[in-house]
């Protein structure tokens, strides 16, 4: 299958598209930064564009910081599955936060899940849509993927991606309102930001300061 298709915005080849199928699954690694770990008080917010092609029988990872699947083997894993009735999550072994929305099937949608080491909030298309408690697995130096976990077709997200970027604090729905119009990172209301994006390039600053 093609690995790129139009992206939200219609720009050519401008997403990802990840099979979730055992044949045409595939991961990118994005390196064991963390986001969590350059935040303030433990503060993360990982929002992206996603187009979702529906369930596939399995665990669907869209982005995870995941060597292993124990607490101490991973600190977060965001997720959808018929199992949470196609809701969204944030897991890892020793805590479970389902939302109660999920990713709609078969349209372009804005998706943000932040966390700030106690609770997990969940944002569509730039509202906050729930909050459940959530805590952190403890293995920081764990690599970040995109597309599935290191498990492969077994937890393969059935879909595609399209700017992702990942912010060292939890976003308001302001915040994430801007990010959603403007398409990319930009600067946010006096604050140091660790940033990667995945469109067209991946890009990683991690002492870029910006105000607005």
Known sequence: ADKYIDGYDDAPNGAILFGGGASDWYRVDLGNFSPVQLGTSGEMTVAFWAYWNGNTGSWQDIINK???WSSDGMVWGIN?????????SIRQPTSEAD???GIPEGEWTHVAVATNGSQAYFYIN???KDTKQYTY???YDSEIHMGTSPNGAVDAY???LDEVHFYSKVLTEEELRVVMSQGKPIPLFN???SVVTVGDTVHLDASASFDS
């Open 158 to 160: 059935n879909g595609a």
């Open 99 to 101: 939302s109660k929305v």
């Open 137 to 139: 697995g403890t293995k």
């Open 191 to 193: 604050y140091s930001p």
């Open 80 to 88: 959808q599955h018929s199992v949470t009735g196609s809701k969204l």
């Open 126 to 128: 730039g509202e906050l």
């Open 66 to 68: 995941r060597d292993t």
